[in-house]
């Protein structure tokens, strides 16, 4: 039984971490990787930034409903429901942070990479331009120090290649493809080390015209590459014996050499923040075990996601540390005692007037109908807490705090009128409800704290 045991074992170990690089074979496919590669740490990066701005959106939602709800009864529910949005956006944000910048890494070092294999794929790839003439010298030949020759020079252009035409099947490239976007271990980079990247070949051909054995030939030289004149002659031009010599095409051999982490590598901190050189030098070539090292470390954080308060259980929203401060600091501010914590029942019936709310339903459902329309704006605005939260929130933020102002100045006993304001009937209904008279004079300590003293106590919490 053992035995059989150890032998699975050794099955799963075997098949568990495949060789990344068996399909990476040349140039094409290697590049198709890079870039899929690529496109894999810039998406994490981008649904990143989106929980951040959605995380935002929600602050955004509950500070407008916090204001224009400031003198009803449901203000202290949405002052919580904003406390625990702005507590969620920077839990959010310092996650996304750390996220970020790992992958930005990664992606600059990457990126760095692709140019690398690229350029040097084009200088493998160029090709010459044959030279119209050779120039003729008969000063001191720079081949070999010293030696007296008349020597021809050849200059010729190499021009790079601006593309590659990759002949393989677009199988292979979807199987690059695919490996890069599901690859989950690193010890393995299939990238060629800089070593493989750094000795291109460039052949030279010399052609020989006459009989070398003759007086005025040419002779060979034995300690250096190239040719002399023996005679003297006047002129390439007019000579019966010459060499001429001309740079071929460059090439490069592609040889799988991958790019592999050492135990240490693995276990080493990932360049973050690399440590400043006095040193004038120049990098130019990526350092292969911090390419690696980074991927790695970008690869393996988990994602940033976000959950909006709407899509919350009533138990996420209490627990969260914003929240509990926030109902500690009422208890305290309110003379109801002081204490280090708080259950889940007492700070929902402290906070939403009951033990078990349904938050959606009495809070978070409405916010996406109560429509309301702000004439006093050129032109006028029109629209639900939750759309003007999203398409004009400065404009609608100020028109709720000047409303807000002008109910609190206006006398006790009489409803104010809003200029500009026209509300449907269910919001007048809503509004009239909660500023009603009646209400005013039996309302709670408690919601008296908020009206005046939460935003005031939630900015401290925040600080």
């Known amino acids: 039984m053992l035995t059989v045991l150890l032998a699975g074992v050794l099955l799963i170990a075997a098949t568990a971490a495949p060789d990344v690089t068996a ?4 140039f094409c496919v290697e590049i198709w990787y890079a870039e899929e590669l690529q496109r894999r740490l810039a998406n994490r990066v981008d649904e990143a930034q989106a929980a951040i701005t959605k995380a935002e959106r929600d602050v955004r ?4 409903a916090t204001m224009r709800h400031q003198n009803t009864r ?3 529910a949405y002052e919580t429901l904003k406390t ?6 920077r839990e959010t944000a310092e996650q996304a942070n750390t996220f970020i910048q790992k992958h930005v890494t990664a992606l600059r070092l990457l990126s760095a990479k692709i140019a690398s294999i690229k350029t040097t794929e084009a200088v493998a790839t160029a090709t010459t331009q044959p030279a119209a003439a050779g120039t003729y010298t008969g000063a001191e030949s720079n081949i070999k120090p010293g030696l007296q020759s008349h020597y021809c020079t050849v200059k010729q252009v190499l021009k790079l290649a601006p593309s590659k035409t990759c002949s393989a099947a677009a199988k292979t490239k979807a199987q690059a493809a695919a490996l890069a976007s599901t690859q989950q271990t690193w010890e393995k980079l299939p990238l060629r080390q800089k070593t493989a990247l750094a000795a291109i070949t ?3 051909r010399t052609a020989g015209k006459g009989s070398f054995a003759t007086t005025g030939a040419f002779g060979s030289g034995t300690d250096f590459p190239g040719c002399e004149s023996a005679d003297g002659s006047a002129g390439y031009e ?6 001429a010599t001309a740079i071929q095409n460059p090439s490069l051999t592609y040889v799988k050499q991958p790019i ?6 693995q276990n080493s901190p990932d360049p973050q923040h690399p440590g400043k050189s006095d040193k004038p030098d120049i990098t130019l070539s990526v350092d292969d075990s911090k390419l690696a090292t980074a991927i790695k470390a970008a690869l393996s954080q988990t ?3 976000f959950t909006a308060i709407a899509e919350q259980q009533l138990p996420e929203i209490l627990t969260r540390p914003a929240v509990e401060k926030f109902a500690l600091g009422m208890l305290a501010a309110t003379n109801q005692g002081k204490k280090d914590t708080l259950d889940e029942q007492t700070k929902a019936k402290l906070l939403f007037g009951q033990e078990k709310p349904d938050i959606n339903a009495l809070y978070i459902a409405n916010l996406d109908k109560d429509e309301i329309t702000i004439s006093s704006s050129a032109p006028e605005i029109k629209g639900t807490t939750k759309k003007l939260s999203e398409t004009n929130f400065p404009e609608a933020i100020g028109y709720f705090y000047a409303t807000n102002l002008k109910k609190a100045a206006n006398t006790k006993g009489t409803k104010p009128e809003v200029e500009g304001e026209k509300e449907d009937s269910a919001d007048k209904t809503g509004e009239k409800k909660d500023v009603d008279n009646k209400t005013a004079t039996n309302a709670t300590v408690s919601n008296s704290f908020v009206i005046t003293k939460a935003p005031l106590l939630l900015a401290f919490l925040l600080l």
Not at 61 to 64: C, N
Not at 260 to 265: A, F, I
């Open 23 to 26: 399909e990476v074979t040349d």
């Open 61 to 64: 939602l509950f500070t407008l």
């Open 74 to 76: 449901q203000h202290l």
């Open 84 to 89: 625990a949005a702005i507590g969620s956006l």
């Open 202 to 204: 460039i052949e030279a």
């Open 238 to 243: 007019a000579a019966s014996n010459l060499i």
């Open 260 to 265: 592999t982490l050492t135990p240490q590598q």
């Open 303 to 305: 994602p940033i996601t």
